[in-house]
């Protein structure tokens, strides 16, 4: 077994402070932003899943969690929720579809220019902040058209 896999109660922990880091900045700012209520619905969700998985696996706490996918898509939601709410911040909404398609193929296209890379000469951490760019403003079109 890596040495990554968390453990249930690791990754509970782990979850835990995460909501515990949002309340605080919502009880700073008296107000909860949309892209932070998505995000502690899908901690909750996530630790609801856990607790369910405490009861039903013998050995509680201690069962490692199967793989790392669950993990990595909450925090790359987290990601996208933070861009999408500082974009929208500090640029509005989109104003029409077209206004959106741009943007999403901006982003895209930046995620591109490093594909284009040979490997050994491509930033991974651009590669995922474009990804997440690229969400976020998806994202932010489906809430701006309503859709």
């Not at 700012?29 to 502690?40: G, L, V, Y």
């Not at 607790?51 to 898509?73: F, H």
């Amino acid at each position: 077994m890596p040495s990554e896999t968390l453990t249930i109660a690791g990754r509970k922990k782990q979850l835990e402070e995460k909501l515990a880091s949002l309340d605080c900045e919502v009880a700073q700012t008296h107000h909860i932003p949309t892209w932070m209520r998505e995000h502690r619905k899908v901690i909750l969700e996530e630790l609801e899943s856990i607790d369910t998985r405490e009861k039903i696996v013998s050995g509680g706490g201690n069962t490692p969690i199967v793989g790392e996918e669950t993990i990595q898509m909450n925090d790359f939601l987290g990601e996208v929720y933070e861009e999408c709410h500082r974009a929208t911040k500090l640029h509005g909404g989109f104003n029409s579809a077209h206004e959106a398609y741009g943007v999403i193929l901006e982003e895209l296209d930046e995620f591109w220019d490093e594909v284009k890379k040979k490997r050994n000469l491509r930033n991974t951490d651009n590669m995922r902040k474009e990804l997440v760019q690229v969400a976020a403003m998806c994202l932010k079109a489906v809430i701006a058209l309503k859709l």
